[in-house]
């Protein structure tokens, strides 16, 4: 069995589940069906922060050390937060749109990640 971070390297994912509770899932959500009610589709990171329940998201022990399983304890957190309300294809992709298809995506060194929390 391969370990996070060998698994991130050759497929560009690890998958947790079970990360958080019932109860935070739901809370997840009301916040976020309260956002979007008035028909957003897009959660800045000024409002992603403004939000209590996800303002913490990022930081929980929990979450952390899902992170540090893949690339260890000696991360950085960037403060680029946002919840959408699915706005491409519902199919699998990478999404990397930021970094229009950089060469250093390739790159087996390029530890840079985005970490997604699926409602």
Same mark, same amino acid.
């Not at 809370?27 to 069906?33: D, Q, T, V, W």
């Not at 998201?57 to 540090?68: D, G, N, S, T, V």
């Given at each position: 069995?391969?370990t996070?971070?060998?698994?991130? $390297? ?9 990360? @958080?509770?019932?109860? %935070?899932?739901e !809370?997840? &959500?009301? /916040?976020?069906?309260t ?10 990171? $000024?409002?992603?922060?403004g ?5 913490a @998201?990022?930081?929980? %022990?929990?979450? !952390?050390? &899902?992170? /540090?399983e ?17 706005l ?23 530890l ?7 409602l």
């Open positions: 069995m391969s996070p971070l060998e698994h991130y $390297r050759t497929e560009g994912y690890v998958l947790f589940k079970d990360v @958080l509770s019932r109860a %935070e899932i !809370a997840l &959500r009301e /916040a976020g069906a956002y979007f009610r008035d028909g957003r589709t897009h959660m800045s990171t $000024r409002a992603f922060v939000i209590p329940a996800f303002a @998201l990022p930081f929980q %022990e929990r979450i !952390a050390q &899902r992170i /540090a893949v690339f260890g304890r000696d991360y950085v957190t960037l403060s680029q937060y946002s919840v959408s309300a699915n491409h294809n519902p199919q699998w992709h990478r999404d990397s749109q930021s970094q229009l298809g950089d060469p250093v995506l390739y790159e087996p060194d390029y840079v990640a985005k970490a997604a929390v699926y």
